[in-house]
């Protein structure tokens, strides 16, 4: 593993953590045992341990090193202020997109240049269950009043051709000839 994935993983697995308290923050409000919150911190917490597993199993101490009370706090508090704010405005599903849909990009970035494939797998898996999530909120909020809301783009596979999963072209029009 060289510094530069190490780099990326702590962003990523800082990047979840951030996502989770606001997940546990919107959450609160719910009740609901099996809510989008509740599965998003689930899932949020699966992947920081995937993380932090691969990171403490590095030889070099300093690559071992966790997230510090400083940053758990940090994240509590940005949470807290963030989450409050879109319950006060209604627009709690909003900000969870914009949260989710961050963990969704990092989390595409650091599998496709993740060096193991072990890694690979996990994220691969908790990268289908992302996914999931990031559509789950962004139909909720798109129910959501007042302005308009961008909802996420999940990039499909191209196929051989260069058209997607639906048969339209795809992005990469030199695919297609």
Same mark, same amino acid.
């Given at each position: 593993m060289i510094d530069a994935e190490v780099i990326r993983l702590r962003r990523l697995r800082n990047t979840v953590l951030r996502? &989770?308290?606001?997940?546990?923050?919107l959450d609160s409000c719910s009740g609901r045992l099996n809510s989008v919150f509740s599965r998003s911190a689930l899932d949020c917490w699966r992947i920081a341990r995937a993380i932090t597993g691969k990171l403490r199993a590095h030889p070099y101490l300093a690559y071992q090193r966790g997230p510090g009370d400083l940053r758990t706090i940090y994240n509590h508090l940005s949470? $807290?202020?963030?989450? =409050?704010s879109a319950l &006060? &405005?209604? &627009?709690?599903?909003? $900000?969870?997109a914009v949260a989710l849909q961050r963990v969704s990009r990092e989390l595409d970035d650091v599998r496709a240049l993740t060096w193991s494939s072990e890694l690979s797998d996990t994220l691969g898996r908790s990268q289908m269950r992302i996914r999931r999530l990031v559509m789950e909120v962004d139909v909720a909020a798109r129910k959501e009043g007042g302005a308009a809301h961008q909802p996420?783009?999940?990039? $499909?596979?191209a196929v051989?051709? =260069?058209?997607?999963?639906s048969g339209r072209a795809g992005q990469w029009p030199y695919l297609a000839i």
């Open positions: 996502a &989770r308290a606001m997940a546990m923050v949470a $807290t202020m963030l989450g =409050g &006060r &405005r209604g &627009r709690r599903w909003r $900000t969870f996420a783009r999940i990039d $499909t596979p051989a051709d =260069g058209r997607d999963a």
